[in-house]
């Protein structure tokens, strides 16, 4: 398994920008998907985004789409989220995933969690 740690969150208004990265300690395999997820209190974790790591191929649910891209840096091993014309509703913690494998929007189908970087959108 690879190691994960998150930066780049903080405060912004609603409408705003920011952008995550998830730097990655170990080799990223060509097969490894890339994943950001994201959980605000007393709700479940919920997926925002995915990337192979061999193609660039991304897939984000409704919600984001448009609003948010994944990227990746091959290398230097490194994942971003770039988050555009932020709601409220995007509050929340974020956290980059990862697994060896074609997995998708499930949060059971990744192995490896970075700490997770906070994300504040006040109106």
């Known amino acids: 398994q690879v190691q994960l740690v998150e930066s780049g969150g903080g405060l912004v208004q609603a409408g705003g920008s920011l952008r995550l990265s998830c730097t990655v300690s170990?080799?990223?395999?060509?097969?490894?998907?890339m994943g950001w997820f994201r959980q605000a209190p007393g709700k479940e974790r919920e997926f925002v985004a995915r990337?192979?790591?061999?193609?660039?191929?991304?897939y984000y649910p409704d919600s984001v789409k448009g609003r948010f891209t994944i990227s990746r840096d091959n290398v230097k091993n490194t994942v971003f989220l770039q988050m555009n014309s932020l709601k409220p509703e995007d509050a929340a913690k974020y956290y980059c995933?990862?697994?060896?494998?074609?997995?998708?929007?499930?949060?059971?189908?990744?192995?490896?969690w970075g700490q997770g970087t906070q994300v504040t959108v006040s109106s």
């Open positions: 990337i192979r790591w061999s193609t660039g191929n991304t």
């Open positions: 995933a990862a697994r060896n494998g074609w997995v998708g929007a499930s949060l059971y189908e990744y192995d490896s």
């Open positions: 170990g080799h990223i395999y060509n097969t490894y998907t």
